[in-house]
């Protein structure tokens, strides 16, 4: 788990630091990521990326290149219903004046564990 980033901290920015490019931490990994990580290819190596195509500028995507995006989102959107999930207990949504990251990282634990327990559960 990683530390707590506070501001806007753009996520990429937050990847090189915790996991420096000049070790091999994917090199073995499927690595599944949204557009914001585009650089991620020029600065990791993987065994296999799996990233959206961006619609070039006055053109559209091929045929293909939408099929593709759509694998990809339909995997992705089980990620995006988990954040989902964390949000309804306000920790990743709201403003927390608690000045002691460590007591955030617990609470954040905790309300991922109430959303795994109610997954199981439903």
Same mark, same amino acid.
């Given at each position: 788990?990683?530390?707590? #980033?506070?501001?806007?901290?753009?996520? +990429?920015? !937050?990847? =090189?630091i915790e996991f420096p490019p000049e070790n091999?931490? +994917?090199?073995?990994?499927?690595v599944m990521m949204d557009l914001g990580y585009q650089g991620f290819s020029k600065e990791y190596k993987c065994k %296999? &990326?799996?990233?959206?195509? %961006? =619609?070039?500028? %006055?053109?559209? &995507?091929?045929?293909?290149? =939408?099929?593709? /995006? %759509?694998? !990809?989102?339909?995997? *992705?959107i089980k990620i995006e219903h988990s954040i989902g999930g964390m949000k309804r207990y306000r920790i990743l949504s709201? *403003? +927390?004046?608690i000045h002691n990251f460590g007591l955030y990282d617990d609470i954040l634990n905790?309300?991922?564990?109430?959303? /795994? +327990? #109610?997954l199981e559960h439903n």
């Open positions: 788990m990683s530390e707590v #980033y506070v501001g806007k901290v753009h996520d +990429f920015s !937050i990847l =090189k091999d931490w +994917f090199r073995d990994l499927e %296999k &990326l799996l990233i959206p195509h %961006k =619609k070039p500028k %006055k053109s559209e &995507l091929t045929d293909d290149q =939408k099929a593709e /995006n %759509k694998d !990809i989102s339909s995997e *992705r709201e *403003r +927390f004046r905790v309300c991922a564990g109430l959303w /795994n +327990f #109610y």
